[in-house]
């Protein structure tokens, strides 16, 4: 399915393409543009923070910005601030995030100039938005997947159907992950445009050097997508197109991919300046395809009376002019508001219901995790779980869905394609509409290819956009060793996680835990990585009963940040000094448990239970009273999260220590070998532990 738009000459018919107002209207916002970057330029001294412009670009991003109505959502690239102007932004309100200003509508001063935000509730809705080339277009095609679901499951009521429109430079199409949102796009036929911006540069890289052929040719092989081209310095060819495409994708639900030649009149950015790499061939070429020129010529052939646009264009500077100069005088960012919006409120701050309900059965870990999703899904519609293989035929490779792909039917629960990328991308834009998506990466060794979602989108969104778009999901990962699973299936991951700022992390050692964080991260608005330990799943390994517990009821949830002492010492040997505690998590719960059978009441064992945020409060309270402690973890050692809590341990307990604070962990592979020899040979196991505990006691 293609469109391909032949226009003929407008100048005859300029009126009857597009109304006089709107081509006025896109004459004001051009001049508008066109002031702006100027003014930007001639005070360089102010205009201190990295930059772009859209000049070039201005006619294709108005004629798309005109046809959007409230209901609908845009990502717009990092030049496009015509579009911003053109669905009603003001040049003082772009000023404001130019200048990192407090009242920065978007980020309140925390992000680049025309990375927006928005939930206006008169305007298209705008999800966070990152300087990542290309990245943006999975979160936006989750916006996408997200109101076909809505559209659906009749969870809401539209004036009209919802249009996305993803914005992005044709270099960035090389990206991987942009085939991955164009991939989902049309295979599951997804109410998306794909706006491609393609002014041949990508920085100081040319399309000869950066690809193959451009967007348009390159989209050809994806079934079910439509595409277009268009001229996108001519703003009626542009109006018409953008039309055509927004009225079939708003009627037929259908993804469009819309290639826009456009050309580069500004610097790339002010730090990367056209003279850097541009000769004056090609900047005159460039400079001839000017939108605003374009337009302004089209007009006059028209009849429209030269002297207005002169007035247009004077008021545009005189504007942009008044609202830079209120923009310089606005306030500053208060330096203790930098803390501010890492994290959305959480409801879960106590923990409640029935953990152990009189006359429950005890379950394995995997179902309780199966029984708090089908729970969750039973009570909440917005609720959906997606990822490779987690649909009905085998309900995920550990088992740990089964029966839920049955039960809740194939658009709730679903499989993907091996895309990690997508499948954690994407929870930005599902959550953005209101959804809370749960979704798993297969194993955690293979979390690697989502990271680059995981920390540009997903961590940075409740921050950059101040609270206004906190994303809400939970992302499922089995990690571990757990007996021959080999080098690429038997990783541990959590301090690569934890050093992300603005995700919280669950690491649940039992079934009751397991159940009770789940439906605690079902009701925290921010992003939540469960991490799972295979070797628990089913306490097929020895030594792991206890992680089968009593089901709690569907009532209990067990907030985040509170850790458990799960093995008490003896008073006694506390008071004489002749204790050790041991802080760990996961699969290091069991090694403790086991190692403590040797020491008779002299050590006390603490289940964190969360990695972010953590128990500093019970762990530093026991590690005074016993002086001497092992941080404990399945994870290599060097460099890990184990080493870094251990030096947090040291300096708030110093004086309290009668020894170092050590740590535990596997050896520093760099992975873990299939066979089992050498696999028990690199990993902590009880009997090592012991050993660690006996040197400590002797302190």
Known sequence: MFFYVYLLPMENTLHEKVSKDILLKAYNHMMLAKAMADIYEENRN????????????????????????????????????????????????????????????????????????????????????????????????????????????????????PVVICSLGDNSVTEGEVSEALQFAALHQLPIIFLVQDNEWGISVTKEEARTCDAYDFVAGFEGLGRM?????????????????????????????????????????????????????????????????????????????????????????????????????????????????????????????????????????????????????????????????????????????????????????????????????????????????????????????????????????SYLSQGKFPVSNIIRVPIGAYGGGGPYHSGSVESILANIKGIKIAYPSNAADFKGLLKAAYYDPNPVIMLEHKGLYWSKVPGTEDAKTIEPAEDYILPFGKGKIVIEADENQIKKGNSVIVITYGMGVYWAKEAVKNFGGKVEVIDLRTIIPLDEELVFERVKAHGKCIVLTEEQLNNSFAEAFAHRISKNCFKYLDAPVETMGSLDTPAVPINLILEKEMLPNAEKLTKKIDEMLKY
Request: with cysteine.
């Open 46 to 161: 102010v205009t201190k923070y990295v930059h772009s412009t859209s000049r070039g670009h201005e006619a294709i991003q108005l004629a798309t910005a005109y046809q959007l109505k409230k209901e609908d959502w845009v990502s717009p690239y990092y030049r496009d601030e015509s579009i911003l102007l053109g669905i009603g932004f003001q040049p003082y309100q772009l000023m404001l995030q130019l200048l990192a200003k407090a009242d920065d509508p978007f980020s309140g001063g925390r992000s680049y100039y025309s990375h927006p935000s928005s939930r206006d509730e008169d305007k298209p809705k705008i999800i966070h938005q990152s300087s990542a080339t290309g990245m943006q277009t999975i979160p936006t095609a989750g916006v996408a997947q997200g109101i076909k679901y809505i559209q659906d499951f009749n969870l809401q009521e539209f004036e009209n159907n």
């Open 229 to 461: 081209r268009v001229d996108g310095t001519n703003f009626v060819e542009s109006f018409e197109v953008m039309k055509k495409a927004v009225d079939f994708v708003r009627a037929e639900r259908k993804p469009l991919v819309v290639c826009a030649k456009t050309v580069l009149i500004g610097h790339h950015t002010s730090g990367v300046r056209r003279e850097f790499y541009r000769d004056e061939e090609d900047l005159t070429k460039h400079r001839a395809k000017d939108p605003g020129e374009i337009l302004r010529n089209q007009l006059l052939e028209s009849g429209v009376d030269e002297e207005l646009l002169k007035q247009i264009t004077k008021k545009a500077r005189l504007e942009a002019e008044e609202a830079f100069e209120r923009a310089q005088k606005a306030e500053d960012p208060k330096p203790e508001t930098v803390m501010q919006h890492i994290f959305a409120p959480t409801p879960i701050t106590e923990e409640v219901g029935t953990r152990e309900p009189e006359g429950g059965e005890k379950i394995v870990m995997v179902d309780a995790a199966i029984h708090a999703i089908q729970e969750i899904m039973w009570k909440h519609p917005e609720a959906l779980l997606y990822g490779q293989d987690v649909g009905e035929r085998i309900g995920g490779v550990f088992r740990e869905t089964v029966t839920l792909g049955k039960k809740f039917g194939s658009k709730r629960v679903f499989n993907t394609a091996i895309q990690e990328a997508y499948i954690i991308g994407s929870t930005t834009g599902m959550s953005a509409v209101g959804l809370k998506p749960i979704v798993e990466v297969q194993f955690a060794d293979y979390i690697y290819p989502g990271i680059n979602q995981l920390i540009t989108e997903i961590s940075k969104s």
